[in-house]
């Protein structure tokens, strides 16, 4: 098993910034891919960034250009460095990561983000 935990959500004014965290820990599989997913109310999930082992990304087009997302191999955590922050942006944002040997698919709580126009 993989525990996620998220951190760094909350309210800001548009064009602002946040930085979201997430750590892993756990049974010591290897981590694979590292993922940003965010939920709006009443839509449905979607990936905002990922990124690999070897540090390839990749950005939904809202985000490109503003968002950027990294991740830490030896303290298995990832980020997401949010600038330029509209109001649709707002959502319940997810950390998501693939691990062990069969890739399973973890998931964090989740942390809101609230941006204000």
């Known amino acids: 098993q993989v525990q996620l935990v998220e951190s760094g959500g909350g309210l800001v004014q548009a064009g602002g910034s946040l930085r979201l965290s997430c750590a892993a820990s756990g049974s010591g599989f290897s981590i694979h891919t590292m993922d940003w997913y965010r939920q709006a109310t009443g839509n449905q999930r979607e990936l905002v960034a990922g990124?690999?082992?070897?540090?390839?990304?990749n950005y939904a087009t809202s985000v490109k250009g503003r968002f950027t997302i990294s991740r830490d191999n030896a303290n298995n955590t990832v980020y997401l460095q949010m600038n330029s922050l509209k109001p649709e942006d707002t959502g319940v944002y997810f950390c998501?990561?693939?691990?062990?040997?069969?890739?399973?698919?973890?998931w964090g709580q989740g942390t809101q983000v609230t941006v204000s126009s």
């Open positions: 990124i690999t082992t070897g540090g390839s990304t």
């Open positions: 998501s990561v693939r691990a062990g040997p069969y890739y399973h698919q973890y």
